[in-house]
C-alpha cells in the first residue's frame, strides 16, 4: 500500500534527499526552513487542497501528520499540522502553528479536530516555531514516532523540556498602553493595570484578583477568585490536607501540586471550539470571569494556567506550599 507522503515526496538532485529519524522520548528535531520543501504547492494543494509547502511528515503511531509552510498564504498561522484528509471548509484535520507558539497533537488534544486512532498517545508530539526555528519535539508516547523532513543539524539539541514565551504578557502591556483603562505599574503590579486590576504575568506579586490579557484583543479574563465557583474549586484540596496533618501525614510538595494539576483537569476539560463559543462575546478586551469557563466545565492553556495558579496560591496562603506561585 503507497502512503500519502510517498505519493507527495518530490526529489530534487541539487538537494540531499529526505531523511526518516526515529524519535527517542524527549528528542527534538528542527526542520530545515531553507531547504527544497518534500512537495511543492501544486502537490500539496492537489492531494490535501490546501495551498502551502509540505516540509515533514510525522508518522505517530502509525497516523501520519504533515507539516505545511504557509507563511506567504493569506492566513494568521505560520504552519499548518494537518493529517491526510484536512477541510479547511469543517475545520477538521488541520492545527495552525503561530509564530512563537507550539502545539501538542495528542488523544488529549485538539479532538474536534482530529480522528486519533487509539496507536497515538495522549501527548504524542509538539510542533513549535520561534527563535529557534521550527521543531519537532517527542513526548513520551507509548508508539514510535518517526519524522521524515529534511533537518537543521545541530548539536547537542537539548531533551525535551517544555517551551515557555515569556513575551506574551509584555505584548499584551505593551498593546494597552493606549487603552484609557490602562494603569502604569508599581510594585504590586509590575505589569501594569486594566480597570484597576494587576495584569497577570511572570512576576505578580498574586494572582486572585488579577486580570489576564492576550496578546490580541480577544478576551479579558479576571481571576475571580471570590466567587462561589472558585472557592469550590479549591475546596476539595483544602480539606484533604488539613484531613492529612489532624493524621499527623504530610504530603510532598510534588504530591500537592499533583492533586492541583489533577484537580484542574477534573474541572475543566480541554475544548477550544467550547471556549471560543463562550469567549466571543467578549473578544475586544472585554472582561469575563474565570468562573464563566469553571461553569462549562471547559478551558485551554490562558484558562487552566490562572486556575492552577490560583490553587497553588491557595495552598499557600492556608500553608500547605511553602514560596510563592
Known sequence: MIRLSEILTTSNTNEPPAETRRLEHGEEVQIDLAAEPLSDLKRTGRALGIAGLRLATIDAGGKEFHVIDVRQQDTNCAFLVTDDKPSLKNERGFKGVR?????????????????????????????????????????????????????????N?????????????????????????????????????????????????????????????????????????????????????????????????????????????????????????????????????LSTYLEHGVGVCRHMGPVAAYLIECAIKDGHLPGSV
Open 157 to 289: 539539541l537539548p531533551v525535551f523540556k517544555p517551551v515557555v514565551f515569556a513575551d506574551r504578557t509584555k505584548r499584551a502591556a505593551d498593546r494597552m498602553q493606549g487603552n484609557p483603562n490602562f494603569g502604569e505599574g508599581d510594585e504590586s503590579a509590575p505589569y501594569g493595570y486594566f480597570m484597576n486590576l494587576p495584569i497577570l504575568g511572570r512576576y505578580s506579586r498574586r494572582i486572585s484578583g488579577g486580570v489576564y490579557l492576550g496578546g490580541s484583543a480577544r478576551e479579558t479574563i479576571v481571576v475571580d477568585g471570590r466567587s462561589r465557583l472558585m472557592q469550590e474549586a479549591y475546596e476539595p484540596i483544602d480539606t484533604e490536607l488539613r484531613q492529612k496533618f489532624q493524621q499527623n501525614g504530610t504530603l510532598h510538595i510534588d504530591e500537592v501540586m499533583l492533586r492541583i494539576h489533577d484537580r484542574v483537569q477534573k474541572l475543566m476539560k480541554y475544548g477550544d471550539h467550547q471556549v471560543d463559543q463562550i469567549s466571543r462575546a467578549h473578544y475586544g478586551d472585554k472582561v469575563v470571569g
Open 99 to 155: 509564530n512563537g507558539d507550539w502545539i501538542t497533537i495528542g488523544r488529549d488534544h485538539y479532538t474536534h479536530r482530529f480522528r486519533y486512532p487509539k496507536t497515538v498517545s495522549k501527548d504524542h508530539f509538539d510542533v513549535t516555531y520561534g527563535s529557534k526555528g521550527l521543531r519537532v519535539i517527542n513526548r513520551q508516547p507509548l508508539n514510535d514516532t518517526f519524522v521524515t523532513a529534511r533537518f537543521v543539524d545541530v548539536d
